[in-house]
């Protein structure tokens, strides 16, 4: 096995086992009723969140274009996870909650999927930064469409009406304009979360590691010469968004299904911007890091609570510091030469079985 | 090797008035380059004009000019990176016109780039993978699910590109990041990379560039061995006069867009045209 393949597994490893650790940790901690209140509401959102950012640094990261739209195809998850969630409960009467869980985050993956593809095809096209004006519009764009959607299901059949609410007497409904979707039944477990991150994680790492991942670094790397290498550089674009869009989408429908309302006003462009935050801060094309900073970014800020005015500027100062330490080559040798003991410890111990 | 070169640049010539610049080994053999009457113009600026070329397979073509006489132009031609505004470019028979980069790279063009365009963040031999792209396939399934294909093909690409590294013994650099590389090696692997498409054309820009004239030296016999290897032809546009006279069995010099001359190294040399144009600044400057 080669030095860059071993590394590469090692990394993969590390990344499984790290979740699979924290998951295990964290349902024991269940059973013993260890866990604050505040922190087992939060597992699901985290569980979100790092699949939001996953997902998102493969677009970034990995086929280095720039999405801000991602909390849009969050909100396509949320709002027909929620959709699907009422309709097979008061359409079907499908009581088992999981069933209508995983069938509500397939739904909402393959909507969010599909809009994913249809922004995708006109502008993946082109070279720049399109798809970031494109996906910054739309966010806002289906912001305001679902203010004005309402989806009621009666006689067992959905309905549908835009602008106004035209429903016949005896409708329940499931998305109410501006009041967004109302009424669901909170079913989401962190059991499911759990196994969402793990089927992104082999997605998108899987992805990165085979043939179609390399040409979608190429196409990064360098467009004209992926081209000129026979790499068609928007088939391979376009598989990287529609990929992440589908797993936003997914991500959406568990977060939607948490609580009992999901409102418009939830998935903004701030959204977006903090999942881009998790990228950067975890590190472009990092998809360890983009798990970690995640998950310390959706924690913190509950736990700093008590200093919540404080909040957005720390989270500013602690973002211009990452990008100095993390560019400057005097901080970089320095903090390298911090860390160098330690990993000459493990060099040792691992080349001495190679040499003896 | 150049001794054989040279043997072959000594035969008899076609008249300068022929799109073929060297001479014919086989009067049945098809062309692999075929460009006719190929012009471009920019907003008015005739970057090329009226460029015919023929280069039949595992011809070595040079392609030379002073500085902006459309040299890369014409690579850029051939490739589709610009759709010519007149003529057509004909790869292995079949006229490209309306094709993209990628559909052209299919038909069996590979190109490097003057300045180098590797995958920096990319280690050496994932950047000939990219090249492999379309030798060795497997589906995106195939990948995600990690199916026995995978891993047969997986295989496949990395003996393949280990092979392919041999011939600049560059696979101790397997690993090594792109980026990373020296210069010269940087140049290497564009060229190994370019090779693992299959192409049945190369065209290289400026490979020795950069390069001490021992390199350049060493480049020059393994551009005579890849032809021989992969039986191939080859388009080169270089400065360096010694690689170009040495290795190229026909040469074509490009002034202001257009051809002003066609031959062999010695007929080139001795071409008043091409002194006055090039070679003799050139060689002024040089003395």
Not at chain 1, 57 to 86: C, D, K, P, W
Not at chain 1, 188 to 213: C, D, E, K, M, Q
Not at chain 2, 132 to 149: C, D, E, S, V, W
């Amino acid at each position: 096995m080669t030095k860059a393949k071993r590394n590469r597994l090692i990394y993969n490893i590390v990344t499984y086992a790290l979740v699979i650790a924290a998951f295990l940790i964290l349902q024991s901690m269940i059973a013993n009723k260890t866990i604050t209140r505040s922190l087992k509401g939060q597992l699901v959102p985290i569980c979100c969140w790092i699949v939001m950012a996953v997902s998102l640094n493969l677009v970034i990261g990995i086929s280095g274009e720039l999405s801000l739209g991602h909390a849009g195809f969050m909100s396509i998850g949320a709002y027909t996870g929620a959709v699907v969630s009422g309709w097979l409960l008061n359409a079907f009467a499908v009581e088992n909650t999981l069933l209508r869980l995983v069938l509500a985050i397939i739904a909402g993956g393959v909507m969010a999927g599909i809009l994913g593809a249809l922004i995708g095809i006109p502008v993946l096209r082109l070279r720049g930064d399109y798809l970031a004006i494109v996906t910054l519009a739309f966010g806002e764009i289906i912001r305001s469409l679902v203010n004005v959607l309402y989806i009621g299901v009666s006689d067992g059949r959905l309905r549908f009406s835009f602008l106004t609410k035209d429903m016949p007497e005896g409708t329940v409904m499931l998305v109410d304009g501006a009041k967004g979707a109302v009424k669901i039944k909170p079913i989401s477990t962190f059991t499911v979360g759990f196994v969402l991150i793990l089927i992104t994680l082999f997605v998108v790492l899987n992805l990165i590691n085979s043939r179609a991942g390399c040409a979608i670094k190429a196409t990064r790397d360098n467009r004209i010469a992926a081209e000129s290498m026979g790499i068609p550089v928007t088939k391979y674009k376009m598989i990287a968004f529609t990929t992440a869009a589908a797993l936003a989408g997914m991500a959406g429908a568990l977060y939607g299904l948490n609580s009992s309302t999901v409102v418009p006003t939830q998935f903004t462009f701030n959204q977006s911007i903090n999942v881009l935050v998790f990228v950067v801060l975890g590190g472009l094309g990092n998809v360890l890091g983009s798990v970690i900073s995640a998950t310390l970014l959706t924690v913190l800020p509950e736990v700093l609570r008590a200093f919540s005015d404080y909040r957005m500027l720390a989270y500013a100062i602690v973002l211009i510091l990452v990008m100095i330490f993390t560019n400057n080559p005097l901080i970089r040798s320095f903090v390298n030469r911090l860390f160098s003991p330690i990993k000459r410890l493990f060099r040792k111990n691992k080349q001495g079985g190679d040499i003896a | 090797m150049s001794q054989q070169v040279k043997r072959r640049a000594n035969t008899k010539m076609v008249p300068l008035q022929s799109d073929a610049i060297v001479p014919e080994r086989d009067i049945n053999k098809a062309p692999v380059l075929e460009a006719r009457h190929l012009g471009i113009e920019f907003g008015g600026l005739k970057a090329v004009d009226d460029f015919n070329l023929t280069i039949g397979k595992t011809e070595i073509a040079g392609l030379i000019g002073p500085n902006g006489a459309g040299k890369t132009t014409v690579f850029n031609l051939i490739t589709k990176v610009y759709e010519p505004t007149m003529g057509a470019v004909l790869i292995n028979g079949r006229d490209t016109h309306g094709m993209n980069i990628v559909q052209a790279s299919k038909l069996g063009i590979a190109r490097t780039f003057q300045n180098i365009r590797l995958f920096d963040q990319m280690t050496v031999e994932e950047n000939v993978r990219i090249g492999l792209h379309n030798q060795i396939k497997y589906n995106m399934f195939t990948g995600m699910l990690r199916l026995p294909a995978y891993w047969k093909q997986e295989k496949k690409q990395h003996d393949r590109a280990l092979e392919l590294l041999h011939i600049f013994d560059m696979e101790k650099l397997a690993d090594e990041q792109a980026g990373s590389l020296p210069y010269g090696a940087q140049r290497r692997l564009e060229i190994v990379r370019a090779l693992a498409t299959n192409p049945s054309l190369l065209l290289l820009d400026e490979p020795a560039a950069g390069m001490n004239p021992h390199e350049t030296e060493e480049l020059m016999e393994n551009i005579a061995k890849i032809r021989d290897q992969f039986q191939i032809a080859i388009l080169l546009i270089e400065h360096d006069m010694s690689l170009v006279m040495g290795v190229c069995e026909g040469i074509c010099v490009l002034n202001f867009g257009k051809i002003i001359a066609k031959g062999t190294a010695d007929e080139i040399q001795a071409n008043p045209v091409v002194i006055e144009a090039y070679l003799g600044k050139k060689k002024e400057g040089q003395a």
